[in-house]
């Protein structure tokens, strides 16, 4: 069965500190890789996305993740935090379930708190 | 940014009463899902359109929930009996085609008292 792993629920860094948060995915086939963030009281925002190609992929605010196949990992960085990036982090895989449905896997969300 | 429209924001249903959440997907947008996150950001996949027809969709939404998306009127998402259970963000999102980029809305928080 398709699965993503996010083994951290909470995350605290410190401002300007550098961020990395890990995302395992379970999935057969070729895999659409997301990183979504959530403000409180909103709907997910997408960060970046990884479909094929170059395996680091640059995405909005200045978060990059990297796609390594031989781990099955989409790991989200940042080399700055800023107190605005504290959110909740959920990594996603795109299932296609036939020719012509898919749907998005979700993991179980890193809560990320940056403190002065 | 995303132009996926939801309302109402927030709505306060007793049990059994109906509950019904609306969305106008992106221009442009014929695929449409609709997801529920719970309080422990669980996200389970409702149901999904596309051109109006339903593609796939679980045995929960079977049973309770209802949904559609005609043409040129808003999709929406209906809980015929609310269950305290059904407490819940309910996400509607939309894209391209089946395998593009999901748009979400802000969401529609239900709370069943």
């Known amino acids: 069965a398709q699965s993503v792993t996010q083994p951290d629920a909470r995350v605290t860094v410190s401002e300007g500190a550098s961020l990395q948060l890990r995302c395992k995915y379970s999935?057969?086939?070729?895999?659409?890789l997301f990183w979504y963030v959530q403000y409180p009281r909103q709907g997910l925002q997408l960060l970046l996305k990884?479909?094929?190609?170059?395996?680091v992929v640059q995405g909005v605010n200045g978060f990059e993740a990297e796609f390594i196949k031989s781990n099955s990992s989409f790991h989200l960085r940042k080399a700055s935090v800023h107190w605005s990036d504290s959110a909740v982090y959920f990594c996603?895989?795109?299932?296609?379930?036939?020719?012509?449905?898919?749907?998005?896997?979700f993991g179980q969300g890193t809560s990320l708190s940056v403190v002065p | 940014n995303s132009k996926v429209i939801q309302t109402p924001r927030y709505l306060v249903k007793g049990q059994g009463q109906k509950a019904k959440m609306r969305c106008i997907p992106e221009k442009g947008h014929p695929v449409v899902f609709w997801y529920q996150q719970n309080k422990n950001n669980e996200f389970k996949f409702l149901i999904n359109?596309?051109?109006?027809?339903?593609?796939?969709q679980i045995d929960m939404t079977e049973k309770r929930f209802s949904a559609e998306c005609p043409s040129n009127s808003p999709c929406s998402l209906e809980i015929q009996s609310s269950e305290a259970g059904d407490s819940a963000l309910y996400l509607c999102?939309?894209?391209?085609?089946?395998?593009?980029?999901?748009?979400f809305g802000e969401g529609s928080k239900l709370t069943v008292l």
């Open positions: 999935y057969s086939g070729t895999p659409y």
């Open positions: 999102a939309s894209s391209r085609d089946y395998t593009g980029q999901l748009y």
């Open positions: 359109f596309q051109n109006q027809e339903v593609l796939q």
């Open positions: 996603a895989v795109r299932v296609i379930a036939s020719s012509s449905f898919s749907k998005l896997v």
């Open positions: 990884y479909y094929s190609g170059d395996p």
